[in-house]
């Protein structure tokens, strides 16, 4: 057999994994929306709402989408990784897609990281540059619902006291987060962490070797290491990362106000609702379902319970889910579909002779 013949024979073989992976993306966001009763609902209720409002929603969403685009392209450049911002924006899309779709949102960084790594961007620093990313927005995050608590506890202690509790141990979590992430720029941290998956590569020996765990792990720890002394000298970067994610977050707290307008209320002020939706999503974030899926509705019904007064509190949970979880998963899955389309015409093979 000619060496042509050899090569053609093997490429035969070659298992396409990128359309399976096309296949599998599509077939998942049908049975989303086949066992999501919710979401075959929500058309006929978007349409009887005001249309102003609905599209303002849409709007500020996209904006959210610009500002992660936006402060990923900061920290990678900061780093002096080349990247547009249109990239910026895809990678920041796929990272929510993911994070919505696993639980606690565990998939959003390794695949952003997967992402980067098809661009020879290393995986350690690709690593170090989401997680800073994540420390970012978590330090928005926690500041604007600390502040939303202070704002709203007296109305929430006259009208709703019980929700308090969750609030609480919502901002102890998601500020122990900061902390924990944080601490991973710590080389000491980062060493025991490392060691530790050494350890439980090495109950599975056979794999350990076959996947070259140990040596991938120390090519991680170095690049995520060369992050950390980069970091030392620009943490300009990441103060502008905090403050751009405080916008960004409460343009993504601002999606229920619109909603709220949208069904005719206007007896509370953006800032109270936006200060509420904070809270919820303090509450909930850390839940271990997609999305939050199921701790979001009921945590709506709760928090939100003395805004939708007329008998659609059911409806508003409907397509407030729709615009702010519904519709990204959407836009997700047609990103990642079409990426992926895109980059396997691109690296196909050739079949000249």
Known sequence: MTKHADTQLKRKKKIPWGMIYIAATIIAVVLFGVFNREFGNVFYTITHLNPGFLGMAVIITVVFFFFEGGIILLLMRSQNIPMRMGAGMKIGLIGIYYSYITPSSTGGQPMQAAYLRRDNVPVGLSTAVLIMKFFCYQCAFVFCSVLSFAFMYGKIARENPKIIPFIVVGLIINGGSI??????????????????????????????????????????????????????????????????????????????????RSFGYHQSGYMEIVAMQSLLQSSVSFMPMPGASGAQEIGFSNFLRNYFVNNDLYAAVMVWRFFTYYLVVIAGALLVVADQFLYSRKNAPSTKT
């Open 179 to 260: 902390l924990f992430f944080g601490s991973m720029f710590c080389r000491p941290v980062l060493g025991a962490v490392c060691r530790f998956v050494k350890w439980l590569a090495g109950r599975f020996r056979r794999l350990s070797e076959r996947f070259r765990v140990v040596e991938v792990i120390d090519k991680f720890q170095a690049d995520f290491d060369s992050y950390t002394d980069d970091f030392k000298e620009k943490k300009k970067a990441v103060i502008w990362g905090i403050l751009l994610s405080v916008p960004q977050f409460i343009l993504q707290m601002s999606v229920l106000y619109f909603v709220f």
